[in-house]
């Protein structure tokens, strides 16, 4: 049976909507790279990442901790991470006794060192309790990103998140697919910044609002 014109266009345009989304991605890979030089630096001085969101983006958490704990590709050091969202008891008593809203934000006071990162996984940019758990994660000193998708949300414009990568979309399809891709990235580069030979020096200091000495508007490029 031949393929009508109409499914084509959905298909064309389906992969168009991806392709675009993915080139933004590359294009934003300086920033990328900064952040990764950043987390293989701490990395180096014993952090660990701490990742975390709700549902779809809890699996994302989930897939985030395992890739830098059990690498898939022979010869990779395994890094320390872990996913909040893993531990349905303490998430579920946390939300029943504080709120949903510290469901996060409960566990990075109790498990995060100053010398760890966060990262917060948001389809939207809107979740309250991932937006609480980076800014737990900021004022205990930890390095703080978020991966999210819509307009960035609230969790963009906030001062206490580092680094934000933004798959601008509304479909939450193709916003958990640029994550995973991100993601993927994010791993791939702090392995190679870790591979050298000690970790980097930074010697510029915070700019405004926290972020790390970029001018407020220069960290927030979205990924559309």
């Not at 675009?20 to 990442?49: T, W």
């Amino acid at each position: 049976m031949p393929v009508s014109s109409t499914t084509r266009l959905a298909v064309s345009e389906a992969f168009t909507r991806r392709d675009a989304a993915g080139h933004r991605l590359a294009r934003d890979s300086e920033r990328m790279a900064r952040a990764c030089r950043e987390m293989a630096a701490r990395f180096h001085r014993g952090g660990k990442l701490i990742v975390f969101g709700n549902g779809g983006a809890g699996t994302d958490a989930s897939h985030v901790a395992v890739e830098f704990m059990h690498p898939v590709i022979m010869g990779k050091r395994a890094l320390p991470a872990m996913a909040l969202s893993n531990d349905a008891a303490t998430v579920s008593g946390v939300g029943a006794r504080d709120g949903f809203a510290e469901v996060f934000a409960h566990q990075v006071r109790h498990w995060a060192d100053p010398a760890d990162m966060a990262l917060g996984v948001s389809p939207d940019g809107w979740c309250a309790n991932v937006l609480k758990g980076l800014e737990t994660a900021h004022e205990l000193g930890l390095l703080t990103m978020a991966l999210v998708g819509g307009d960035g949300g609230a969790i963009t414009r906030s001062p206490a998140v580092g680094h934000v990568l933004v798959a601008g979309s509304d479909d939450p399809a193709v916003v958990k697919e640029i994550h995973v891709t991100a993601y993927h990235v994010l791993w791939e580069l702090v392995h190679v910044f870790f591979a050298q030979a000690g970790p980097p020096v930074f010697s510029t200091p915070s700019g405004p609002h926290g972020r790390s000495g970029e001018p407020e508007d220069s960290g927030r490029e979205a990924v559309r």
